[in-house]
């Protein structure tokens, strides 16, 4: 069931929701045994962290794109008064 730390940090976020949900369905099933939801467990701690890496990759790079364009609205939303 773990990953291997390479394969973890290839993992899109949709590929880690994924995973996620699964693991998330197995242990709410009732059916594993201790040791089995205690690695669900840990694993499903390992995707929410690599959710939110990809997450914070993404406002990073969202605000350098911003921050190149000499906005942070991107839109002009605001200048068009919408």
């Known amino acids: 069931m773990p990953k291997s730390k390479d394969k973890d940090n290839e993992m899109t976020y949709e590929a880690c929701m994924t995973e996620l949900r699964q693991t998330v369905a197995k242990l709410s099933e009732g059916k594993a045994t201790l040791d089995e939801s205690l ?6 701690i390992e995707l929410v962290g690599i959710c939110e890496t990809r997450l914070n990759e993404v ?4 605000e350098a794109v911003n921050k190149a364009n000499g906005t942070t609205d991107p839109l002009n939303i605001s200048e068009a008064g919408v």
């Open 39 to 44: 690695k669900l467990y840990e694993r499903g």
């Open 59 to 62: 406002t990073a790079r969202i």
